[in-house]
Nanobody
Framework: QVQLVESGGGLVQAGGSLRLSCEAS????????IGWYRQAPGKQRELVGA???????NYTDSVKGRFTISRAIGENTVYLQMNSLRPEDTGVYYC????????????????WGQGTLVTVSS
């Protein structure tokens, strides 16, 4: 199996920045797609942004120009850099990876992190 551990959440003032990390662990796998989601209190989980197969990126309109998804080269850690944070960015942020597991036959796994809370004060 592949497990994800998220970190980096916390309390920040509006206009500040945070960087969330998501470290994947396990054996014999590769990361195929990367997604970050968030769930605000009383609302449904929504996609924040993603890196799709082929390297295409996609961000929800409200975070474009402020948030950036990246991956450490040669490592199984992905990041969500969040700048110019707003109170409406408050929520629990989840990492979601599409992983190819090198078993026989190979398997595609959809793996979620445990979530990390981001609180932006006004």
């Amino acid at each position: 199996q592949v497990q994800l551990v998220e970190s980096g959440g916390g309390l920040v003032q509006a206009g500040g920045s945070l960087r969330l990390s998501c470290e994947a662990s396990g054996s014999s796998f590769s990361i195929h797609t990367i997604g970050w989601y968030r769930q605000a209190p009383g609302k449904q989980r929504e996609l924040v942004g993603a890196i799709l197969s082929g390297g295409r990126t996609n961000y929800t309109d409200s975070v474009k120009g402020r948030f950036t998804i990246s991956r450490a080269i040669g490592e199984n850690t992905v990041y969500l850099q969040m700048n110019s944070l707003r109170p409406e960015d408050t929520g629990v942020y989840y990492c979601n990876l599409g992983v190819i597991k090198f078993t026989a036959p190979a398997r595609y796994l959809d793996v979620w992190g445990q979530g990390t809370l981001v609180t932006v004060s006004s």
